[in-house]
């Protein structure tokens, strides 16, 4: 472990998991939850909780700002827990001389994203600091989801399908591109979206045949099946042919030699389920705005257990390693 | 209203008051609830919910750092709601560069914190931002906290007590010492610390006697006034000789040229009761150590409705204003 914070510490890759690991839930301890979201028991059924502190800098980005992608960030987190998002909060650190007209339109964004993702932001916080101490704007979201009581997870075995409802890479490449003033990157938008409405519908139909959700922000789609087949004696295999990548999507990260499967997302749900229903779900996903390209892309495998591989469209195996290092930094 | 972010957006004055009705809220929408926690239904029964972010400098300070700054605040915002605090999420913003011994130290006085106010730290988030955008850790807690049925509140009226649970402006000062390395300031300690504990006790025994509670933090015992008397058809006159202000805290102020009502507590809760009880309150709170040194300080009155105002010593009237602009940034 270094002895100073580096980058990389905050990329959601191994340093990450390193530093919350062996310092952070070492000392606050096991009361905290691993997932985004922590599930509560109060007096009167369940509850899930998350925070995210929002960082992005350029503030505004093709697709999105700020204030969006902290609310549905906060949505997410709390969809994939499988419950229904219902409070928001909104702490704001921000640099003394920010335009007025900056802060008002982040936050008619945040409301137009609360409204659309049906959550109240309920309770807030704002703190001004000395220019040059925040970057423009800070903002912490954090979340309430009510949790109903539903089927008992199965575990994931091999076979089970891995599933996402669209297009890789959009957010991370969308800012990069607009932070670098990629003029050719026309076309590129962040997917931020929320994403509860989706899982709702997919819940509601195949809950017994779902194993896992997560929405693979920092780190990427390969930084969460990392996570997913370390605690696993299985693999996850993805195949190249099936990744909806966009041509977009492919020329900046080929141009900044950058993977797209480690490349943040901002409305994407990766599901693992029963091969059986895999079909089915893809279906009922295509039918909601947010799922439009949903698509199966791999499957949990035998081979390779404790690993997530990429299967080649020339017909190799490619590992998908847990990443160190951070790809791009502060694009959430 | 400025066109741009002034320091004093920041402050818990006018300005900042203006900043939430005129700019947040009307945007954000009158879901966002006023006090520093917002009170929720959920399907279970009711929960209080609040976010605060903490960007104190220096991050340690005689009596406290960031980490225990960070937990009591979000402690207290729930308990003087009258909710019993249970989770706490924990978000921060660290600056690359920061010694991982520095986060450790303030990790464990979260921990520390959390023990001592029996809540839960259950989740959290990291980011990491480049040098010179965090001035070494910015950290959001929200929390959630259990409300029980209470009494039906009483609205406040004249004759009404107003009590605290100790000295005034500990906080401020021991930081803005620190900061500016006043090395006369020996003895000066921030008085931060949990509030879960004495108010549970106060009210457990005068709950139908309790008018309000609320944490005077930004702002101080004077803004806290002001923001009580502006909704009534009353005032509220503090008594100076009662007023229990350390000689030290005394000392910087005279110096620095501040009044120690307008500065920041990190342990104290204003309290209005009904007048036949308010002996017997502060005695209640004087059995707890956060309540050691518990006074009544004033009362509610028909004279001056709508404003603030201090019986000096000396026999006259002073008002205290609603400040515009802030006395102490970023002791909190």
């Given at each position: 472990?270094?002895?100073?914070?580096?980058?990389?510490?905050?990329?959601?890759?191994?340093?990450?998991?390193?530093?919350?690991?062996?310092?952070?839930?070492?000392?606050?301890?096991?009361?905290?939850?691993?997932?985004?979201?922590?599930?509560?028991?109060?007096?009167?059924?369940?509850?899930?909780?998350?925070?995210?502190?929002?960082?992005?800098?350029?503030?505004?980005?093709?697709?999105?700002?700020?204030?969006?992608?902290?609310?549905?960030?906060?949505?997410?987190?709390?969809?994939?827990?499988?419950?229904?998002?219902?409070?928001?909060?909104?702490?704001?650190?921000?640099?003394?001389?920010?335009?007025?007209?900056?802060?008002?339109?982040?936050?008619?964004?945040?409301?137009?994203?609360?409204?659309?993702?049906?959550?109240?932001?309920?309770?807030?916080?704002?703190?001004?600091?000395?220019?040059?101490?925040?970057?423009?704007?800070?903002?912490?979201?954090?979340?309430?989801?009510?949790?109903?009581?539903?089927?008992?997870?199965?575990?994931?075995?091999?076979?089970?399908?891995?599933i996402i409802n669209g297009s890789?890479?959009?957010?991370?490449?969308?800012?990069?591109?607009?932070?670098?003033?990629?003029?050719?990157?026309?076309?590129?938008?962040?997917?931020?979206?929320?994403?509860?409405?989706l899982?709702?519908a997919v819940?509601?139909?195949?809950?017994?045949?779902?194993?896992?959700?997560?929405?693979?922000?920092?780190?990427?789609?390969?930084?969460?099946?990392?996570?997913?087949?370390?605690?696993?004696?299985?693999?996850?295999?993805?195949?190249?042919?099936?990744?909806p990548?966009?041509?977009?999507?492919?020329?900046?990260?080929?141009?900044?030699?950058?993977?797209?499967?480690?490349?943040?997302?901002?409305?994407k749900v990766?599901l693992?389920?029963?091969?059986?229903?895999s079909e089915e779900i893809v279906a009922c996903m295509r039918e909601i705005?947010e799922g439009a390209a949903a698509q199966i892309i791999?499957?949990?495998?035998?081979?390779?257990?404790?690993?997530?591989?990429?299967?080649?469209?020339?017909?190799?195996?490619?590992?998908?390693?847990?990443?160190?290092?951070?790809?791009?930094?502060?694009?959430?």
């Amino acid at each position: 472990m270094s002895d100073r914070i580096l980058a990389a510490h905050g990329s959601g890759g191994k340093l990450m998991n390193d530093l919350i690991e062996k310092v952070i839930r070492k000392i606050l301890g096991d009361s905290v939850q691993l997932d985004d979201a922590a599930i509560l028991d109060t007096a009167g059924g369940k509850i899930a909780f998350t925070t995210d502190t929002f960082t992005v800098t350029p503030i505004f980005f093709p697709g999105g700002d700020i204030g969006k992608l902290a609310v549905n960030g906060t949505v997410n987190d709390l969809a994939v827990l499988g419950a229904t998002p219902r409070f928001i909060s909104c702490g704001m650190v921000i640099e003394e001389g920010l335009d007025m007209e900056v802060l008002a339109r982040i936050l008619r964004s945040m409301r137009a994203a609360a409204d659309y993702a049906e959550v109240s932001i309920v309770t807030g916080d704002t703190k001004v600091v000395p220019r040059g101490n925040a970057d423009g704007i800070f903002i912490n979201t954090s979340g309430i989801g009510i949790l109903s009581e539903g089927a008992t997870r199965q575990p994931i075995t091999p076979g089970d399908s891995i599933i996402i409802n669209g297009s890789i890479g959009d957010h991370g490449i969308a800012v990069m591109a607009e932070r670098n003033n990629l003029s050719f990157s026309r076309g590129l938008h962040s997917d931020c979206a929320p994403l509860n409405r989706l899982i709702a519908a997919v819940t509601r139909d195949f809950a017994g045949s779902i194993r896992f959700m997560r929405d693979p922000t920092r780190g990427g789609v390969a930084s969460v099946l990392n996570e997913i087949v370390k605690e696993g004696n299985f693999g996850a295999r993805l195949t190249e042919e099936r990744l909806p990548i966009r041509e977009e999507v492919h020329g900046v990260c080929e141009l900044l030699g950058l993977d797209p499967l480690y490349v943040a997302n901002e409305g994407k749900v990766l599901l693992i389920a029963a091969k059986e229903v895999s079909e089915e779900i893809v279906a009922c996903m295509r039918e909601i705005t947010e799922g439009a390209a949903a698509q199966i892309i791999g499957t949990i495998t035998d081979d390779f257990p404790g690993r997530a591989y990429l299967e080649t469209s020339i017909g190799g195996s490619r590992i998908l390693p847990h990443l160190t290092e951070e790809q791009l930094p502060r694009i959430c």
